[in-house]
């Protein structure tokens, strides 16, 4: 009897250490795994989008394949796990995904109470409308008593709501689980008009049967900062992704491009050869190639823009705040010093 | 896990042993030592599996707290005295932006039992008629019930809620070019709008007449169900108590002057506006679950119907009853019995399925506390905790009326 009460007591106790949680670094995680898990959306043409081979594009997701060109030298080393605006935060808490890529609006309910950081912006954006044309809309502020398509759990909601508020005008939310979805709400006429981010109201624009027949509202009502995101108290994997979106802000701006890298490897320009060799990459843990890799397989911040909602792409959305600092916009990184 | 179980294992071993040990005869006078008693063994071993186990679920709890603390995840209920700050479709209660997280969980709780209460009314309506025109002598109808219940009970659930909402719903007229119903109801892709009465002076007399034609009728079912038992003499009872129900508030309706007036809905900008709306979401929904529902309950009335015996048919034909009252007072009494306990679980079932709402943006506990109120404060174990509660709760009152129903049926039998 009492060997068996001293066993029981033993099993409790080895239990109770069992359950205590093992949270190694996730870059030690990733370079094991010889492959980075990233969240993207389901679907948004532009920023995170598969294509019938199931090969993903778009500006996020260029972020991903940045990271892991950065940390495993292969860009192409990406898993990437499609995400509802709702799963999103739950699967990075969780340890599902290494970090979290979906056009993510950066707010600080979301950065203090979540258990996540904000690695930076990769897109500024804002929140608009569109409507059909034959409505006769010119200015959002037409808009009362109007049905309204919204993604559930994004800012937009929240956004709407203020929106509407203030103008005294009343409306109806009909929330739909995907943007496919809600596009299709909007197409059918359950909603007169869809709301997003207007980056996405241009890329959902496209997926529309007749798009000649949408517009979009000149009113932007909110600032939409979006960006990549990752668990908070890992500060090593933090500064990977942080320094991984910089590079690429930092190529753009030292004119070092995909095509250009390797002559400019020889450049005289010591901020050119801080970013493609040098050792910086060894205080982020990672190769001395690290920025090499990035520009050579992903691009630079420019080149990624232009392909994927730029000039290069359908979407045809102009730089606008998102140009360099330089050239009148927003997009600014801290050296690499 | 493993070493829980395998803890369990071995205690519940040792019980077995113990409960199989004969003491042997004529030792009566004789003290067994405690650790030899057969009783002290079995409570000392019941109360360690007790605390393992409470202190298993102990341990999980608070290594979910502490490990949501180190990730600087805000844990608590405090959220739900915050301000919400986003819209719902369609609440019963008085709801807009301005309230808190806490009113969300109702308006979505109460969204969730409107359709689950009504969709549990329906499927049974339905169901029985199915069930039964499923065992109709008519050829036609018989095969007819038929291929409602194997189409509408093989096609998957969410699939239906599709169809109903984007394929049937979504194809109606836009709001300008509805289709009216001699210009009072309008159906288009908005919804269903119908006019709202809204009772003027002298209308509660129209309702207290209403509420002393129902305690009328109780009281004349009894009297007459008493009379037959003495006399064998049969009452009207159904006719007497519609003409008492309709007829009665409708007498006092024209008595007092028609004290109603109906708030008409009228085409505005965008949609219409004022009178009552029932919207598409909520109708694609019912709909959908109710029909589905409705295909298995039939199966279980004709499964409850075909319990009974024919024998019982054959007696109530010969003491000269026809159809309806032999299906009415000998079959169906029996087979409720039968139906009772798997009706149930069908209720369960379309409660947990109303879920499903998610899908197509009608605004139940899921879509709208599960879903956006999640999303927006991060809470994510206090929130599915809670709606777990929820349904959990639901079901075992659905469960616990089914039950008590069940147990006055069965009471019944000889």
Redesign the interface.
Same mark, same amino acid.
């Given at each position: 009897?009492k060997k068996?009460?001293i066993g029981?007591l033993g099993?409790?106790a080895?239990?109770?250490m069992?359950? =205590?949680?093992v949270q190694a670094g996730t870059l030690d995680d990733v370079k094991r795994k010889g492959s980075l898990t990233c969240g993207v959306s389901t679907g948004l043409p532009g920023f995170s989008n598969a294509n019938s081979k199931n090969v993903w594009s778009g500006l996020d997701v260029d972020v991903c394949r940045a990271v892991a060109a950065a940390v495993l030298g292969d860009a192409g080393k990406v898993k990437y796990t499609p995400l509802t605006?709702?799963e999103r935060?739950?699967a990075l &808490?969780s340890g599902e995904i290494d970090m979290l890529s979906r056009n993510t609006t950066w707010t600080h309910?979301?950065d203090?109470?979540?258990?996540i950081n904000f690695a930076g912006v990769n897109y500024y954006d804002g929140q608009g409308f569109m409507v059909s044309k034959n409505?006769g809309v010119k200015s959002a502020t037409e808009l009362? =008593?109007?049905?309204v398509c919204i993604q559930?759990?994004?800012t937009t909601?929240?956004n709407?709501?203020?929106y509407?508020?203030l103008k005294g005008m009343k409306?109806?939310?009909?929330?739909?689980?995907t943007s496919d979805?809600s596009v299709?709400?909007f197409e059918? =006429?359950?909603c007169?008009v869809l709301t997003s981010d207007q980056s996405q109201l241009y890329a959902l624009r496209i997926k529309l049967a007749n798009p000649g027949n949408a517009v979009v509202l000149p009113e932007v009502i909110s600032k939409e900062p979006l960006g990549p995101v990752v668990? &908070? =108290?890992d500060d090593a994997w933090f500064n990977v992704v942080k320094w991984s979106l910089f590079a690429m802000v930092n190529a753009e701006e030292l004119g070092v491009t995909s095509g250009n890298v390797d002559s400019m490897k020889s450049s005289a320009n010591p901020g050119v050869k801080r970013l493609l060799s040098g050792d910086a990459g060894k205080k982020l843990g990672l190769n001395s190639d690290w920025g090499y890799n990035i520009v050579k397989q992903v691009g630079n911040y420019g080149e990624a823009f232009e392909r994927n909602v730029g000039k290069g792409s359908a979407l045809k959305i102009g730089r606008g705040l998102n140009a360099l600092w330089s050239k009148g916009g927003l997009q600014y990184a801290p050296p690499i010093r | 896990m493993v070493s829980i179980a395998g803890i369990t294992g071995v205690i519940l071993f040792l019980e077995i042993r113990d409960s199989l040990y004969m003491p042997p005869a004529d030792h009566g006078s004789q003290k067994v030592a405690p650790w030899n008693d057969p009783k002290v063994r079995s409570v000392v071993f019941q109360f360690v599996a007790l605390i393992t186990l409470g202190y298993f679920f102990y341990t999980i709890f608070q290594n979910t707290l502490a490990n949501m603390e180190r990730r600087g995840i805000t844990t608590g209920f405090a959220f739900l005295g915050n301000e919400a700050g986003f819209g719902i479709l369609m609440s019963l209660i008085p709801y807009d932006e301005t309230y808190t997280y806490g009113r969300t969980f109702f308006v979505g709780l109460l969204n969730t039992v409107l359709v689950a209460g009504f969709g549990i009314v329906l499927a049974t309506v339905i169901g029985f008629i199915i069930g039964v025109a499923r065992l109709s002598n008519n050829w036609l109808i018989a095969k007819a019930a038929m291929v409602y219940i194997e189409v509408l009970r093989n096609i998957p659930l969410l699939l239906q809620i599709f169809f109903w909402y984007f394929a049937v719903l979504q194809a109606l007229p836009s709001p300008r070019q509805s289709i009216a119903f001699g210009g009072i109801f309008h159906l288009n892709n908005r919804g269903l709008y119908f006019p709202s009465p809204i009772p003027e002076a002298g209308f509660s007399y129209v309702i207290w007449t209403l509420v002393v034609a129902v305690i009328g009728v109780i009281w004349l079912r009894r009297w007459a169900r008493r009379r037959q038992e003495i006399t064998g003499q049969q009452f009207p009872v159904v006719w007497v108590s519609i003409a008492l129900i309709v007829g009665a508030p409708l007498l006092v309706f024209a008595l007092t002057g028609a004290p109603l007036a109906w708030d008409h809905p009228s085409l505005q900008r965008f949609s219409f506006g004022g009178g009552g709306r029932m919207i598409p979401e909520f109708m694609a929904l019912l709909w959908a679950l109710t029909m589905y529902t409705a295909a298995f309950i039939a199966e279980i009335v004709r499964a409850g119907i075909q319990s009974v015996s024919h024998g019982q048919t054959e007696a109530a034909r010969a003491l000269g009853l026809r159809n309806s009252p032999t299906l009415r007072l000998v079959i169906i009494p029996q087979s409720l019995r039968v139906i009772i306990p798997p009706l149930t679980s069908q209720y369960l079932n379309l409660t947990k399925n109303s879920s499903l709402a998610t899908a197509i943006g009608y605004p139940d506990l899921v879509s709208v506390f599960m879903g956006t109120t999640l999303n927006q404060t991060g809470q994510a174990v206090e929130i599915v905790g809670m709606t777990m509660a929820v349904y959990l709760t639901i079901s075992l009152l659905i469960s616990m009326f089914m039950n008590a129903y069940n147990k006055k049926i069965a009471l019944t039998e000889r």
């Open positions: 009897m068996i009460t029981l099993a409790t080895a239990f109770s069992m359950m =205590g949680s605006a709702k935060f739950t &808490q309910t979301r203090t109470s979540l258990g409505l009362d =008593g109007a049905a559930a759990g994004t909601e929240l709407l709501a203020d509407f508020r409306y109806k939310a009909v929330v739909f689980d979805q299709k709400g059918s =006429g359950r007169d668990r &908070q =108290g | -």
